[in-house]
């Protein structure tokens, strides 16, 4: 399967910064990386995926050695990367993509104006490998200090790291390599069983299914809600040009 790092973060957060980095910087050279965008954000239509009606539309591999997954950054959040599970479709015999990595750009100023948004970042958190800190120096430190206390409190065990002016990371290829370090275990090929982490002195008393567990923010109610609302920055983007 060939490996996809998606990045997750509003329109304008740098995101793009951070892609033209990781290609460049990322993996050996001589790599060959592909740029997937959704499709209402431009690109080729080769190099496109589309997020319709709840369905995500992702192209299959080609020649390239791995892939970045841009999502859209004015639609909501949790709606894409539940439909990109179901298109990816870790568990499947004929998957093509292996979710490698999950990234979130977090554009500080932006989360720093609006609550909306730096609210809008936790579940982006969960779901992330590494989270890049970007135009950091545009906010007091005491505000960085603040944002990231949570996350710290509760051991959560992504990578923070930092953007630089010039959009580069101090060591990039960290980003993207090894074991998965995100919360959730929605987008890995782990069995039923793992995730229940039994051994011999912690054996459950009763029946028990073997199904998968279905991450915290896709769950729904018998009528179909969200037991988790992750608010819509749309709104705060359109005010703040971005969309």
């Not at 970007?134 to 990578?159: A, D, I």
């Amino acid at each position: 399967m060939t490996p996809l790092v998606i990045i997750l973060g509003p329109a304008g957060a740098g995101r793009a910064d951070l892609v033209r980095e990781l290609v460049a910087n990322a993996w050996p050279e001589g790599r060959r990386v592909r740029v997937l965008r959704e499709a209402r954000e431009g690109g080729e239509p080769a190099d496109q995926w589309r997020f319709e009606g709840g369905q995500a539309l992702v192209p299959a591999p080609g020649d390239e050695d791995a892939a970045i997954l841009v999502t859209h950054g004015a639609l909501h959040v949790i709606d894409q990367l539940e439909a990109l599970h179901r298109a990816l479709r870790p568990m499947q015999p004929d998957a093509v993509w292996r979710v490698a990595r999950i990234l979130t750009v977090v554009d500080c100023p932006l989360a720093m104006r609006h609550k909306a948004v730096e609210e809008w970042y936790r579940p982006c958190v969960h779901f992330s490998d590494a989270v890049v800190i970007n135009r950091r120096w545009e906010v007091p430190g005491q505000w960085v200090s603040k944002f990231l206390e949570p996350y710290e409190k509760e051991f959560y065990p992504c990578l923070f790291v930092n953007l630089t002016k010039a959009g580069a990371l101090a060591n990039p290829p960290a980003v993207i390599d090894g074991e998965p370090l995100r919360l959730t275990h929605i987008f890995d090929d782990i069995d039923a069983v793992d995730e229940m982490e039994f051994d011999e002195d912690n054996l459950p008393d009763e029946p028990f299914d073997l199904v998968r567990q279905v991450d915290k923010y896709f769950a729904r109610d018998e009528l179909g809600r969200r037991n988790i609302l992750v608010p819509e920055i749309a709104d705060v983007l359109r005010r703040e040009s971005r969309a």
